[in-house]
């Protein structure tokens, strides 16, 4: 069956990094978009980061962009977060997704989300 298994979330200082990870199985991989979400306590789940199928477009939300860096790794059916100068306003539930769209179809998959605090 489809997994989307995320890791690597935790509680880290003002000004840390993390390394989020996001094994998948179950469905062709390199056919997919990644991309990860957050959702902050009280607030509506937003697009944090997207990858293309092969890696060749990335795309981030304003709030991140220049801190966080997306990859993944279609040998290892993985896609990465790589987040940098951590904020408070990053705390959330990070959740993965895999998204492949077609005439007439969307195959849309999600992990079960893990926890990111930032705070001192």
């Known amino acids: 069956q489809v997994q989307l298994v995320e890791s690597g979330g935790g509680l880290v200082q003002p000004g840390g990094s993390l390394r989020l990870s996001c094994a998948a199985s179950?469905?062709?991989?390199?056919?997919?978009?990644m991309n990860w979400y957050r959702q902050a306590p009280g607030k509506e789940r937003e697009l944090v980061a997207a990858?293309?199928?092969?890696?060749?477009?990335?795309k981030y939300a304003d709030s991140v962009e220049g801190r966080f860096t997306i990859s993944r790794d279609n040998a290892k059916n993985t896609v990465y977060l790589q987040m940098n100068s951590l904020k408070a306003e990053d705390t959330a539930v990070y959740y993965c997704?895999?998204?492949?769209?077609?005439?007439?179809?969307?195959?849309?998959?999600w992990g079960q989300g893990t926890q990111v605090t930032v705070s001192s």
């Open positions: 990858i293309t199928s092969v890696g060749g477009i990335k």
């Open positions: 997704n895999a998204l492949e769209t077609g005439y007439g179809y969307a195959n849309d998959y």
């Open positions: 179950g469905f062709t991989f390199s056919r997919y978009g």
